[in-house]
Each structure stands twice: as C-alpha cells, then as structure tokens.
C-alpha cells in the first residue's frame, strides 16, 4: 500500500502546476495544464484514499475495531482527504478557477504532519468504554478544524480577489476566483458550521471524560482551550452576521482568517502541553 510521502509528493506536483497555470498567459497551454492538473490530483487523491482505506482495514483487520482517529497522524490525513474532497468539488463545479492555490498548501501542510508525528503519537487514552465518544469527540473537532481551514482558504480568496477588482492587475497574472459574495456567504457557513461542530465536540469530550473518569475536570487544559475556542466561533459568526447586514464582507474575511490563526495556536497549545497528546482527545 502506499505510503503518505507518495500522495504528499504527488499533492506537492498539483501544487506546482497550479502556479504555472497562474503563471502562463497563453489560453491554450492554461487548458492543457488545467487537465494535467486535474488528472495528477486525482492520482494523488486515489492514492490518500487508499492510505485511509488501509489504516482502517488493518484496525479492523488487527486490532478488532475501527483504527480511525486514534493517533495525530491518523487525524492529520483524515483532515487533509476531507479538504481535498472539499477541494475536488469545488474543481468539478469550478474548474477554471484557482482555488488549488489556496487550498492545496493546507492539504500539503496536514499530509506532512502526518509525515512528521510517529505512527504511536496517540490523542488521548481511550478504553473499551469510552471509545465511541472518542471517536464521536475527535470526528467533531476534525469537522470543526476543517471548516476553520476552509473559511480561512475563503478569506484569503476574498483579500486576493478584492484587490484584484480594486486595482484592475494585469490580466497576465490575475487570479481567477469565485465571486466575492460566493466567498462571503462560503466563509460564514464555515464559521458557523465550525462553531456547531466545535461546540458538539466539547460536549462528547466532557461526556467522555465523565464516562471515564466519573467526573468532568473542568480546569483540564483542554477542556479550557477547545471551550474558549467555542466561545469564540460563536462571537465571530455573530459579528460576521452583523457585518454581513452592513455589507462589509471584509469583516467576514478577516474573521475567518483571524479564526483559522486560534486554532492553529490552540492545537498548537495542546500538543506541546506536557502529556500534551492526551489532552485534546480527552477535552
């Protein structure tokens, strides 16, 4: 079976032919580069799944259960297939735009962290009788996490764009992007989704722990973190809200990318926390 260097090579080749096809002016060498680019992420896309096919096969196969989640390595993939999944819809409904540019370094970014942490890095301790709240705990905060990235990939989109139609860029080296309101009404779902997500996280974490431990240590610095991180999404979608009313989508924009810079600093926080791996499976 493949290896996650095989499809982060082959993400990383997206990557580059994206850039040349911002880069290339001539319409119909932009063409061919778009089915190359097209056919290279389905090969890398194909190749993440069967990565993912694989661990949970070899968990059911070997340890008598789902193996989905259980490490930082595993959620690293799962998060960066969802966003590429997210990012081959988007393709097929928008193949002339260049969102890969935006999306593609997030995906890379997660596929190398999970290069990066040792295939035994676990999130959290789990016993035959917490591990469905694990997994329903974890599979809440990999939706939220994704969403953030999503929102943030829309911001950054909506900046770029903003300033292209502000400034009239040569048409040589202009992004081809969605709409702004597309990007607006994109970034604020994503706010909102996140804080479902997010905030349902926190509640299976505290269940889990209950379910564990008997009590819920409500001073755990998980807990702490990924709650003031559902603090937060809320107020941002509120504001997005409002700001939305008085048509300012720059605020949108802004949010998301403000939103998505917390969460990198929370799992961040988390993870280099002393017994740091436990803490954000256990929130």
Not at 53 to 72: M, N, P, S
Not at 234 to 250: D, F, H, M, P, Y
Request: charged share 15%; net charge positive.
């Amino acid at each position: 079976m493949p290896n996650a260097t095989c499809f982060l090579i082959a993400y990383l080749l997206v990557l580059v032919i994206e850039s040349l096809r911002f880069a290339i002016s001539g319409e119909s060498l932009r063409q061919w580069l778009t089915r190359v680019s097209l056919g290279m992420f389905l090969l890398a896309f194909l190749t993440h799944t069967l990565y993912l096919a694989d661990l949970v096969i070899q968990g059911i196969w070997y340890e008598q259960g789902f193996r989905y989640l259980k490490t930082w390595g595993d959620w690293s993939i799962a998060a960066a297939w969802v966003l590429a999944l997210a990012y081959c819809v988007m393709l097929y409904r928008r193949s002339d735009k260049q969102i890969g540019l935006f999306l593609l370094p997030l995906i890379l970014l997660l596929v190398a962290l999970a290069v990066v942490f040792p295939s035994d890095s676990p999130i959290g301790k789990s016993t035959s009788t917490v591990s469905f709240w694990r997994m329903v705990h974890s599979m809440a905060m990999l939706i939220g996490t994704i969403l953030v990235a999503l929102g943030f990939a829309s911001g950054v989109m909506y900046f770029v764009h903003a300033r292209k139609l502000k400034r009239r860029l040569d048409r040589r080296w202009s992004f081809r992007l969605p709409s702004l309101e597309y990007l607006q009404e994109l970034g604020q779902s994503c706010t909102l989704g996140s804080a479902a997500a997010i905030g349902f996280g926190v509640v299976s974490g505290a269940i889990m722990n209950f379910t564990r431990d008997g009590f819920v240590a409500w001073t755990d610095r998980g807990i702490l973190l990924t709650t003031a991180l559902f603090v937060w999404l809320c107020i941002a979608a509120l504001a997005q809200r409002i700001s939305t009313n008085r048509g300012k989508g720059e605020w949108t924009a802004a949010l998301n990318i403000l939103s998505f810079a917390i969460v990198v600093a929370t799992l961040a926080a988390v993870v280099t926390a002393p017994h740091g791996v436990s803490n954000w499976g256990d929130a």
